[in-house]
């Protein structure tokens, strides 16, 4: 992948989990994350490297500089449990990439 | 209710033909460009195919060119991806996304496409 994520992350319920992204001067380019929870489609949950769509938790934020993105996910819950993944527009093959996905475990 | 639903998924043997339909609702289709996403059992998400407003502009991962169409019918607010010469890898859910702004920013609940023999 032209994204790298790692593949699990986990985190005590309250916590802080942190699920990074890399790629080549990731920083120049606009970054999307997905929550997919078990059984169901994706959703965004941030936009744009920091948005938040509507209905978005403000628990979730992102950030995006030099060659890692990172979504993070304050006081995290039991619900939060899922997978994530990242994506961006790659300019080099005009084409939609998305990171393999980190799946993120409540302990 | 603002909403994607697909349908069309099903069991075909290698070298098989199927056409995958999208029925969006709630929204004004004709403002946006709508996607193809799949994903392929215990596997990740990979883009497949967008296709813009108007339906002249089309883009297609490389691994379909050649073998899957995706276009739309505005009047019928319809998003379609026909798929011919199926392989077995093809296998997984299908989702409709709507694009905007660089993102899947509405998804469907997908449908599930196998590849057998």
């Known amino acids: 992948n032209v994204l790298t994520q790692p593949p699990s992350v986990s985190v005590a319920p309250g916590e802080t989990a942190s699920i990074t992204c890399g790629g080549d001067n990731i920083g120049s380019k606009s970054v999307h994350w997905y929550q997919q929870r078990p059984g169901q489609a994706p959703l965004l949950v941030i936009s744009?490297?920091?948005a938040r769509p509507s209905g978005i938790p403000e628990r979730y934020s992102g950030s995006n500089s030099g060659n890692t993105a990172t979504l993070t996910i304050s006081r995290v819950e039991g619900g939060d449990e899922a997978d994530y993944y990242c994506?961006?527009?790659?300019?080099?093959?005009?084409?939609?990439?998305f990171g393999g996905g980190t799946k993120l475990t409540v302990l | 209710e603002v909403q994607l639903v697909e349908s069309g998924g099903d069991l075909v043997q290698p070298g098989g033909s199927l056409k995958l339909s999208c029925a969006a609702s709630?929204?004004?289709?004709?403002?946006?460009?709508m996607s193809w996403v799949r994903q392929g059992p215990g596997k990740g998400l990979e883009w497949v195919a967008n296709?813009?407003?108007?339906?002249?502009?089309?883009y297609h991962v490389e691994s379909v060119k050649g073998r899957f169409t995706v276009s739309r019918d505005n009047a019928e607010s319809s998003l379609y991806l026909q798929m011919n010469s199926l392989r077995v890898e093809d296998t997984g859910v299908y989702y409709c996304?709507?694009?905007?702004?660089?993102?899947?920013?509405?998804w469907g609940q997908g449908t599930l496409v196998s590849v057998s023999s």
């Open positions: 744009y490297d920091s």
């Open positions: 994506q961006l527009w790659e300019t080099r093959s005009d084409h939609l990439v």
């Open positions: 996304a709507r694009y905007s702004s660089g993102c899947f920013d509405l």
């Open positions: 709630g929204f004004t289709f004709t403002g946006y460009w």
């Open positions: 296709i813009n407003q108007d339906g002249r502009e089309r």
